[in-house]
């Protein structure tokens, strides 16, 4: 069964920095894309980054692009986010997404639950 | 950066009926847009990519159309698990990967 685990989510400064993780399994890791996809409390849905499955490929909304960074452990099935810069508009829930294929599709069969980033003061 | 306009915001209709929603593009995407469902309190789900194409478990009662700037999400019928809000998706001239506003489909 593929499960992605969100996790390093939390209460922030503005300015301040942040670790994201998601740890997955059920499935071949390295195989695949994954994406960073945001959600404002109350807003619609907002893509972040991804990153392809070799690691070798890492691609940046235009608000997070120097702020943000994507990576990977394939061999700890593992995603990051580090975030750093923090603004209030960052505020989210973010979810981890798995893309059907190596390369990034943004077709993402699997969803994380989702970790909530709280920037305030 | 391609902007998606879903329209309408809120459809409002019965369980059995039939529910039209779409997307349109600022410029063209070709056909690689896709459909997400979202529910309360859940994480996206995967309904339609490519357009046309449903993915894996998706009943038939839901489909996709159109190529160019205008797309359709079709719900034939209806079921009560479907009221829900729906968001497409382009990733034809990305970076970035841009989503429409979404459209609520509520019960009448």
């Known amino acids: 069964e593929v499960q992605l685990l969100e996790s390093g989510g939390g209460l922030v400064q503005p300015g301040g920095s942040l670790r994201l993780s998601c740890a997955a399994s059920?499935?071949?890791?390295?195989?695949?894309?994954m994406s960073w996809v945001r959600q404002a409390p109350g807003k619609g849905l907002e893509w972040v980054s991804a990153i392809s499955g070799s690691a070798g490929s890492t691609y940046y909304a235009g608000s997070v692009k120097g702020r943000f960074t994507i990576s990977r452990d394939n061999s700890k099935n593992t995603l990051y986010l580090q975030m750093s810069s923090l603004r209030a508009e960052d505020m989210a829930l973010y979810y981890c997404?798995?893309?059907?294929?190596?390369?990034?599709?943004?077709?993402?069969?699997?969803w994380g639950q989702g970790t909530l980033v709280t920037v305030s003061s | 950066e391609i902007v998606l306009t879903q329209s309408p915001a809120t459809l409002s209709l019965s369980p059995g009926e039939r529910a039209t929603l779409s997307c349109r593009a600022s410029q063209s995407v070709s056909n690689y847009l896709a459909w997400y469902q979202q529910k309360p309190g859940q994480a996206p789900r995967l309904l339609i990519y490519d357009a046309s194409n449903r993915a894996t478990g998706i009943p038939a009662r839901f489909s996709g159309s159109g190529s160019g700037t205008d797309f359709t999400l079709t719900i034939s019928s209806l079921e009560p698990e479907d009221f829900a809000v729906y968001y497409c998706l382009q990733r034809s001239n990305w970076p970035p990967l841009t989503f429409g506003g979404g459209t609520k489909v509520e019960i009448k």
């Open positions: 059920g499935f071949s890791f390295s195989t695949y894309a």
């Open positions: 997404a798995k893309d059907r294929s190596a390369g990034v599709a943004a077709t993402w069969d699997y």
